[in-house]
């Protein structure tokens, strides 16, 4: 995501390379340079024209530490500013009512069925809610349908009733069916419009008023750019909402409506929509997307990621492999297992500072585990727990069951030794060796 306007910004910041010390024409060429970036990102021309004016008298008579280039502080300064502009601190959302009541709203076509269900998922599996869809869209062929097919997927019900045409009495009996088993979460899926019009906007406050929900959500397609900070204006100025969903944020490459949004409404981005997988979906943190959009990854969100997939018991099964050198196939394929829940191996690799721009241009395929999983489901399960057993004969055989080649398979084993020897290495406190490895490697 963002990939143009990273790029961009980081032409910008390289006017300042190699200077000494910042001085208000090297300043001056550099903001310049990140205006035009923000404009071809389709920020507001007024949000980018402040942003940059603010970064300039941050930046000219700053005293330029002996720890840090001028660049550095450069991009420091436009981070502290980006991560300002975006919200700043994280908003959570309100589970307070009893049920909670979320309303989602939205037009037609911004993902705003598919993220309710992602939501729904969201507070099951990670703040162990109950939840309970709603069906509210009346108009839109199959939406009911979609909504059913979403919650099967994430184990939700959902409540509706193909009988009733009325979206405000809808909401009522949904809210009062969870009141009466049990559910502790309500999320209403109302009907988008092709355009804001005054029937949409009237029938979602009606709806607003009769069920007084604790949050009331905007969905909005992050790829239409200026054109969502628009509808959200417009959605904001009637509904007053809380706050706003950015989906389909992993096609965005230029990044406008994530920036000026906060700005124009004043309400902060809750969520963000990074694929079409039901646990695509992350919190939004401006400080985290703002290392993002500077190319410096996001090592925290990459983490969490991490520990959320993380299996203690088997760690330890596998380091007590380890220790026995007796780590083999089947334990590789539980760790590739675990990666693939991380997401989409697009988004993990953006996370990794620097990694964006070194496979720029890549496809990197969620499919890129693919040919090693077949290799290794070809190996018997002796061949897997001892691979010193692969001779010539057996790698012949894999390749041709595995639908791959000899050098595939080699390759494999090759970096299949590789991990063995630097998990055998960290266990032993070879910290000191890995260091050095990691330096040769630079």
């Keep these: 995501m963002f990939d143009n306007l990273s790029d961009k910004l980081d032409k910008a910041m390289h006017v300042l390379r190699g200077h000494g010390q910042i001085t208000e024409i090297n300043v001056a060429e550099t903001t310049k340079e990140i205006r035009r970036a923000l404009l071809d990102a389709d920020v507001n021309f007024k949000i980018a024209k402040e942003f940059t004016n603010t970064v300039k008298e941050k930046a000219i008579g700053q005293n330029v530490l002996t720890t840090l280039q001028p660049g550095q502080l450069m991009t420091k300064i436009v981070k502290d500013e980006l991560t300002e502009l975006m919200g700043g601190d994280a908003e959570g959302i309100d589970l307070s009512g009893n049920p909670s009541v979320i309303l989602m709203s939205g037009l037609q076509g911004s993902g705003k069925t598919t993220f309710s269900g992602k939501l729904a998922n969201f507070l099951k599996s990670k703040k162990n809610k109950n939840p309970l869809l709603v069906a509210c869209d009346v108009y839109r062929p199959a939406a009911i349908d979609q909504l059913h097919v979403v919650g099967d997927q994430i184990g939700v019900p959902v409540y509706s009733d193909r009988e009733n045409s009325d979206p405000v009495s809808l909401a009522q009996a949904g809210v009062a069916h969870a009141k009466a088993n049990g559910q502790n979460v309500v999320i209403i899926d109302t009907a988008g419009r092709l355009a804001v019009d005054e029937a949409m906007m009237t029938e979602i406050s009606n709806i607003r008023n009769a069920i007084n929900p604790q949050e009331v959500l905007f969905v909005v397609d992050a790829m239409t750019g200026q054109d969502a900070v628009n509808t959200a204006k417009a959605f904001n100025e009637v509904l007053d909402f809380d706050g706003v969903i950015l989906t389909k944020l992993d096609g965005d490459t230029r990044g406008g409506a ?169 266990q032993g406190g070879g910290g000191k060796k890995m260091m050095q490895m990691m330096q040769n490697m630079r």
């Design 258 to 426: 994530a920036i000026s949004i906060k700005s124009v409404v004043n309400k902060p981005i809750k969520f963000i929509g990074t694929g079409e997988k039901m646990d695509a979906i992350d919190v939004f943190y401006p400080s985290r997307m703002a290392d993002r959009i500077l190319g410096m990854g996001d090592v925290i969100s990459l983490v969490e990621r991490a520990q959320e997939q993380f299996d203690e018991e088997q760690a330890r099964k596998i380091q007590k492999k380890i220790a026995k050198n007796a780590f083999g196939f089947d334990d590789f394929l539980s760790q590739i297992q675990q990666i693939k829940k991380m997401g989409s191996m697009k988004d993990l690799v953006g996370m990794i500072p620097g990694a964006g721009k070194a496979l720029k241009g890549m496809d990197i395929d969620d499919d890129a585990f693919k040919h090693i999983e077949a290799i290794i489901h070809s190996m018997t399960p002796d061949e897997r727990a001892n691979p010193s057993k692969l001779d010539a004969r057996r790698k012949k055989r894999i390749a041709k069951g595995s639908g791959t080649n000899i050098q595939e398979v080699n390759q494999l084993l090759k970096q299949f030794q590789q991990m063995s020897k630097m998990m055998k290495m960290m």
